[in-house]
């Protein structure tokens, strides 16, 4: 499916013709980035970022995430990727790369970090130690981006490569963390989320989630409503959505190519969904963009 998708490549974050265009640094003294974040995109780079201040939210498949100070961002390609808001204030340092830049000379596969999993917590509040020693990292990778060399790419390559196992023992610290608060029907809910996050577009029945978390669906349904206080249908529904509103977005595509790539019956049927949930027709939707 993700094929199909329009994804923003990293080349696109910066208008500049020199430069490395497997990776990109954004800071407080880049240019700003003119490409629609406010709408529903992926791309084709992982992104490591660090909020110095300032806020912002950001939507993530299908959680929502409130940044500030401290904040850790790890997004990413297979993430559908959303911010809703930013504040003027905002300062972050952040490394865009792509996947054959880190892997490069190197057979480290940035997919084999727990963080940069489709399923993963895509945002972690870090104490003022641990952000300030990620920070420290980044400002050497800013550093070395804006200083001309012969073997740039070389040194934040390995620069990257310190800042991803630096990252891995505090994420994992995090979650183990997070895990150990969360009461049962948290997990079951956070669960049914990873489930809903991989087969969204094929299944659409309570009976196949319930069945690959050993529960009825009457349980997995009261789990999820009191733990998110939303229906699990409504969790089904918004990861459809969120997929539709992407790929609406390719001129490319026809509506019915689109009702076809959600495994919809037909065209009408599709139809007939994104009316009930968005109160506008596809197409209507489509001319708005």
């Not at 790419?153 to 390995?158: G, K, P, Q, T, V």
């Not at 659409?204 to 206080?229: D, F, M, N, Q």
């Amino acid at each position: 499916m993700s094929a199909t998708i329009p994804v923003y490549q990293l080349a696109s974050l910066s208008e500049a013709e020199s430069g490395p265009k497997a990776v990109f640094f954004l800071g407080p003294n880049s240019a700003a980035s003119h490409l629609p974040i406010d709408r529903p995109y992926r791309s084709n780079y992982y992104k490591i970022g660090l909020c110095r201040q300032g806020s912002a939210r950001l939507k993530a498949n299908l959680e929502t995430y409130d940044i500030g100070p401290n904040s850790l961002m790890v997004l990413s390609p297979y993430v559908i990727k959303q911010w809703a808001f930013m504040s003027d204030d905002f300062d972050a340092l952040s490394i865009f790369f792509t996947r054959d830049f880190i892997s490069a000379s190197s057979s480290l596969n940035p997919d084999t970090f727990s963080f940069f999993e489709r399923d993963a917590r895509h945002v972690v509040q870090l104490p003022p130690t641990q952000a300030s020693s990620i920070a420290a990292v980044l400002v050497a990778i800013e550093q070395k981006y804006d200083a001309p060399h012969a073997y740039r790419e070389e040194i934040l390559r390995s620069l990257i490569h310190i800042l991803l196992h630096e990252i891995a023992p505090v994420y994992s610290q995090q979650s183990v963390a997070g895990n150990a608060m969360r009461t049962r029907s948290q997990l079951i809910a956070a669960e049914f989320k990873q489930l809903v996050s991989t087969h969204y577009a094929t299944e659409r029945s309570l009976t196949y989630y319930a069945g690959k978390l050993c529960i009825t669906p009457k349980h997995l349904a009261e789990t999820v409503k009191e733990a998110t206080g939303k229906r699990a249908l409504e969790w089904l529904a918004e990861a459809v959505l969120l997929e539709a509103h992407v790929l609406l977005q390719n001129p490319a595509l026809t509506i019915g190519q689109i009702a076809d790539t959600l495994h919809f019956a037909d065209q009408s049927a599709f139809g007939r969904f994104f009316r009930k949930e968005i109160g506008v027709s596809p197409a209507t939707y489509r001319q708005r963009l």
